[in-house]
Structures are given as structure tokens and as C-alpha cells.
């Protein structure tokens, strides 16, 4: 196993990952991941939101389980178990790896933004994906789990955080969810849940659009208002 990596309760777990900007491109350079740019999205005002490139057809979300908690403990219960395989409407990935939701939250954008285009050719990661979209939900996430390179490259970025890198063994509490659109509709994609959740339908607007936040974060955000937490952030992925 790769430095740092270790078996916790039986189940391979890595070091988290931050959710910025400088992370993710790290990240999506270890997965030969190409022309995709990462922006702190630090509020939803018009005007703070004016700054970030459009448009914005993937968001990754972190936040404090006291936020995760209110926002989808009731809505957990009502998605069905996903037992598909290929990669239509999505392709879904179930998180059977520690501490790796932020590299499933990566993953799930990039394989299926503009259907999954930029990942380069031939690379380690497109092999990978063209091999899990043929196999069953266990099958696809044994293979994520045994899979040497995902592990390299979530450990080789986790250590590129601005923040103390934390031991695996400790508790996170933090939640990693990622929204795409795809073919004009808006996916939450969370391994740890039983399959992806469809938000909704967005034609021609972004993710950033008054629709696409009332489609993605803004539950979240409402509940981060109310909640007592140790934080929020959104990536948007351009």
C-alpha cells in the first residue's frame, strides 16, 4: 500500500482530501484528467458569483456532518438501490474505501461531465472506467477499491492540502458531494448513499443559475445557517 494508506476496521483507508481549488487540480493531473479549472465559490451572492468562469456544469460540495445531516437524513431513506451497470442516465460509483469521498466526488464529476471527455485517451483512469461502466455496483467499487492507481494519485494529492494533514485513522465528519449536469438534467452523486439522486430537469441554464443552486447546494447552505458546524465549502468546476 502507498505511504499513509492504512487498514482501519478491517476496510483500506486513505487521508482525506481538502476541497479546494489547488487539490483537485493536483488530483486531476495524477488521473490524466485535462482542460478543467477549479473555483472557490465563497458565496452565491450575484456578485461574488460574477467572478467565476460560466458556465458551471459541476459543483463539489464538502460539508460539516451536522449540515449533511440535516439536509439529507430523510432523504436517504427514499433512494432506491442501484443495481445497474453501464453509464446511463449516470455512471455511479459506491465508496467502499475510507476517508475517500473526496476522491469519489472527483471521480463522479469527471467521468461524467461532457460524458466523461476529459479523461484523457488511453490513460490508467479511462481504462479504469471503461472496465467499471461493464460491471455490477459490487463489482465496480471492488474494483475502485483493489485499484493501486486511484490509491496512488488520492494520496499523492492529499498531501498537497494547505491544512495539517490529518492521520487516517481520525474521525472526519465531513461529506463530500459532487452535482453534474448531464444531458439537461442534475445528478447528486454520493458513493456512500444507494445510488445517484436526480435533482431535477435545467435546460439551458448553469449550475449557478438561480435554478441550478435550488437544484444542488442551497439546501445545504440553508441548513449551514441553522446548524453548529465546522464548515461549508463549494468548488465549482469549470
Not at 44 to 60: G, Q
Request: proline share 5%; with cysteine.
Amino acid at each position: 500500500m502507498s505511504q499513509g494508506v492504512q487498514i482501519i476496521n478491517g476496510k483500506k483507508t486513505f487521508i482525506p482530501l481538502e476541497n479546494n481549488p489547488e487539490v483537485h487540480t493536483h488530483l486531476c493531473k495524477n488521473l490524466s484528467v485535462t482542460d478543467l479549472t477549479f473555483h472557490d465559490v465563497l458565496s452565491i451572492t450575484p456578485e461574488m458569483l460574477s467572478f467565476i468562469p460560466r458556465p458551471v456544469n459541476a459543483l463539489i460540495l464538502l460539508c460539516d456532518q451536522p449540515i449533511y445531516k440535516a439536509t439529507r437524513s430523510k432523504v436517504e431513506p427514499t433512494i432506491p438501490e442501484y443495481t445497474e451497470s453501464g453509464d446511463k442516465p449516470v455512471i455511479w460509483m459506491r465508496q467502499t474505501i475510507g476517508h475517500a469521498c473526496g476522491l469519489m466526488a472527483l471521480l463522479h464529476v469527471v467521468v461524467n461531465l461532457d460524458n466523461g471527455n476529459h479523461v484523457t485517451a488511453g490513460s490508467e483512469l479511462k481504462k479504469l472506467v471503461e472496465q467499471a461502466v461493464q460491471l455490477g455496483p459490487k463489482e465496480r467499487a471492488e474494483l475502485l477499491y483493489n485499484s493501486k492507481f486511484l490509491e496512488e494519485a488520492h494520496m499523492d494529492a492529499a498531501s498537497e492540502g494547505s491544512s495539517i494533514v490529518p492521520l487516517p485513522q481520525d474521525e472526519c465528519g465531513f461529506h463530500f458531494v459532487a452535482f453534474v449536469k448531464k444531458d439537461n438534467k442534475v445528478w447528486e452523486l454520493n458513493g456512500g448513499l444507494n445510488g445517484p439522486l436526480l435533482r431535477g430537469d435545467l435546460d439551458k441554464e448553469d449550475l449557478l443559475s438561480d435554478r441550478g443552486l435550488d437544484l444542488t447546494v442551497r439546501d445545504f447552505l440553508c441548513s449551514a445557517e441553522k446548524e453548529v458546524h465546522r464548515g461549508i465549502s463549494i468548488v465549482a468546476v469549470v
